[in-house]
């Protein structure tokens, strides 16, 4: 199985954008569950959002009203488009999926089977 690779992280100032994007090429929009985590320095890994294989997106409470996400089909490529940052939204983020139909696709880390080697984004005050 190919892990998820991910793209597009960088610095911006407090109230700017960015959009990060992952590629998992061997599967289809709907094939999988994908989501984004991000982990600050001495924290624990914690989830962002996540879309499932109906295309309905979730977004956890921090980030909710200010990221997006959005599948390109034809890429297979997931965007985060992270609007109004914050210093807190500073971290690594880390693509990562599951593969096949699920009822379900919860936002808990240990779903999740494949990862990528993760994207820094770092927001300045």
């Known amino acids: 199985q190919v892990q998820p690779v991910e793209s597009g992280g960088g610095s911006v100032q407090a109230g700017g954008s960015l959009r990060i994007s992952c590629v998992a090429s061997?599967?289809?929009?709907?094939?999988?569950?994908m989501a984004w985590f991000r982990q600050a320095p001495g924290k624990e890994r914690e989830a962002v959002a996540g879309?499932?294989?109906?295309?309905?997106?979730e977004y956890e409470y921090p980030v909710t009203g200010r990221f997006t996400l959005s599948m390109d089909k034809k890429e297979n490529r997931l965007y985060l488009q992270m609007n109004n940052l914050k210093p807190e939204d500073t971290g690594l983020y880390y693509c990562a999926l599951r593969p096949g139909w699920h009822v379900s696709c919860p936002l808990r880390k240990d779903f999740y089977n494949l990862w990528g080697q993760g994207t820094q984004v770092t927001v300045s005050s």
């Open positions: 879309i499932d294989n109906h295309g309905i997106t």
């Open positions: 061997e599967y289809s929009p709907g094939s999988a569950c």
